[in-house]
Structure formats: structure tokens, C-alpha cells
């Protein structure tokens, strides 16, 4: 069984950056996928970016793309979500999730079957 730990949330202000760590204590096989989910109160879980544990590929919502960058450390089995320019609708609950990769439902909570507790991000305007 796979277990995942989120780190590195936080209060920030608008405009500010952090980078959230996933490190996972089992091994990720090569059709994995590794995903950030976020939630804020009182609205559905949404999807935020994934990265396929072998190759290159990487997904985005839009309401991230060219803001947040998903990255992994194979050798640390760990991913991590690097987030720039962040505004207050940012703020939610980031979840981290893996599960064998999905082209159809990748971005849907229904492939993951390994979730972390989440870790809260908040920004203030």
C-alpha cells in the first residue's frame, strides 16, 4: 500500500509563492500518475495538475496553468507543486492523490486510489 504526506502549506498574501512537497512511503510504479487536488469550503473537490510517474507528461486545470508547476523526485518518491502569483481563490485544502494513470479520467478523483490528509493553503488579499 502506498501512503502519502503532504508538507508546505501556508498563510500567504496575494502575489506570493509556495511549493507543496507529496512524499510517498511506498514504491510508485511506471503507470502511475501523481495528482494535486484542492477543495475549498463549501465546493466540490477539483482537480489541479498531475505528472505521469514515467516520462514526461504533465496536466493542468486552467484556473493553474502558468502559475503552478508540478515536478517529481523519482530517487525521493516525492512531488511537489510549486505555485506562483497566487491569488485568494487559491485557498483551499490540497490534497495529493497517485493511481494508475487515466487519459480519460486523470483528472477526476476516481483513478487515485492513494490519498494524503491535505494540507491547507491560504491567501489573503
Known amino acids: 500500500q502506498v501512503q502519502l504526506v503532504e508538507s508546505g502549506g501556508g498563510l500567504v498574501q496575494a502575489g506570493d509563492s509556495l511549493r507543496l512537497s507529496c512524499a510517498a512511503s511506498g514504491r510508485i510504479f511506471g503507470n502511475y500518475a501523481m495528482g494535486w487536488f484542492r477543495q475549498a469550503p463549501g465546493k466540490e473537490r477539483e482537480f489541479a495538475a498531475a505528472?505521469?510517474?514515467?516520462?514526461?507528461?504533465?496536466y493542468y486545470a486552467d484556473s493553474v496553468k502558468g502559475r503552478f508547476t508540478i515536478s517529481r523526485d523519482n530517487a525521493k518518491n516525492t512531488v511537489y507543486l510549486q505555485m506562483n502569483s497566487l491569488k485568494p481563490d487559491d485557498t483551499a485544502v490540497y490534497y495529493c492523490?497517485?493511481?494508475?494513470?487515466?487519459?480519460?479520467?486523470?483528472?477526476?478523483?476516481?483513478?487515485?486510489?492513494?490519498w494524503g490528509q491535505g494540507t491547507q493553503v491560504t491567501v489573503s488579499s
Open positions: 505528472i505521469r510517474w514515467s516520462g514526461t507528461s504533465t
Open positions: 492523490a497517485a493511481g494508475v494513470f487515466s487519459y480519460t479520467a486523470y483528472g477526476t478523483p476516481e483513478p487515485y486510489g492513494y
